[in-house]
C-alpha cells in the first residue's frame, strides 16, 4: 500500500513538472525591456513593434505621479499587448538607501509604495527590473513573494560573461535575469550581437535586451534606427519575441 502511494506521489509531481516545463519557450527568442518613464516616446515606437510582432516588456517608475494622458499611454501599451512591469517607484539606489535607512524602509518607500501605485491602475506587475541593475540577495527574498521574476543588466565585456548571463533558457524556478543595454552610447556596431543571437538560436534559449529613451543622441537613448535593425536581426534568424510573462 506504501509502494502503491509513493508511485502515484511520483507521478503527480512528474506530471506538474512536464506540465510546468510545457510552457517554457522551445523555441529561440528575444526578451527585449525599456526601463524608466518615457510613455510618450515609447507609444510613438508601437507601429515599429507591431512591423516586427515584438511584444516587449515596460519597466516603469514613479507610478504614483503619472498624470491623465501618461495613463493614457500606459494603457495603449496594455491594449497593444505589451508586458507593464515595476521598476521602482522612485528609482532609488537600492544598496545605498538600505545602508542608510534600512530593509524595511526601503521596502515601503520603493516596493509597497511602487505596488499600491500599480493597484490603483488594476494592473499587477509581476516582474521587476532593479533600478540601476543593482543587486541585494536580502530583498530578492522579499520580491519572491511579490514577483515571478526580476531583471538585472550585465555588460558587453567580457564577453563571455555576458554571453553567459544575457542569453540562458527558462525554468519554473528560475527568478533573477541578466539583459544586456544596447542603447547607442553602450557599443556602436550591431554585429556584436551576433554571437549572442546565435548562441540563442542554436541552443533554443532567449537572448534578454534593454533600453532606454527614444533618441539620436545622449547616454541611454536607442534611435529609431538602431532598434529596428534589432528587430530585422531577430526577425531573419525566425526568433519570437517573449515579454517576461510568458517565461514564467
Not at 503527480?12 to 510618450?40: A, E, H, R, V, W
Not at 550591431?190 to 535586451?209: C, G, T
Request: charged share 25%; glycine share 6%.
Amino acid at each position: 500500500m506504501k509502494n502503491s502511494f509513493r508511485f502515484f506521489l511520483i507521478g503527480c509531481i512528474s506530471f506538474l513538472i512536464l506540465s510546468c516545463q510545457n510552457d517554457i519557450p522551445k523555441q529561440p527568442g528575444i526578451c527585449f525591456s525599456f526601463d524608466d518613464n518615457y510613455l510618450d516616446q515609447w507609444v510613438g515606437i508601437l507601429p515599429l513593434l507591431e512591423k516586427y510582432d515584438a511584444k516587449v516588456t515596460f519597466f516603469i517608475t514613479g507610478v504614483g505621479s503619472l498624470n491623465d494622458q501618461e495613463k493614457i499611454w500606459l494603457n495603449q501599451l496594455l491594449e497593444a499587448g505589451h508586458e507593464i512591469g515595476a521598476h521602482g517607484e522612485q528609482h532609488l539606489s537600492m544598496n545605498s538607501y538600505i545602508k542608510e535607512k534600512g530593509l524595511r524602509a526601503y521596502w515601503n518607500k520603493e516596493i509597497r509604495e511602487h505596488l499600491d501605485s500599480f493597484d490603483k491602475l488594476g494592473i499587477q506587475p509581476k516582474t521587476l527590473a532593479y533600478p540601476f541593475g543593482e543587486k541585494n540577495v536580502f530583498i530578492d527574498l522579499f520580491l519572491r513573494f511579490k514577483f515571478n521574476s526580476a531583471r538585472s543588466v550585465v555588460r558587453l565585456n567580457p564577453i563571455n560573461e555576458s554571453l553567459e548571463k544575457a542569453v540562458t533558457n527558462s525554468t519554473p524556478s528560475k527568478f533573477r535575469y541578466y539583459s544586456l543595454g544596447v542603447d547607442n552610447h553602450e557599443f556602436e556596431d550591431l554585429n556584436l550581437l551576433v554571437p549572442f543571437m546565435d548562441k540563442a538560436q542554436r541552443n533554443n534559449e532567449v537572448f534578454f535586451m534593454h533600453a532606454h529613451q527614444i533618441g539620436l543622441n545622449g547616454d541611454y537613448h536607442i534611435s529609431p534606427i538602431r532598434l529596428e535593425k534589432i528587430l530585422e536581426m531577430a526577425q531573419l534568424r525566425d526568433m519570437r519575441f517573449f515579454t517576461f510573462n510568458q517565461l514564467n
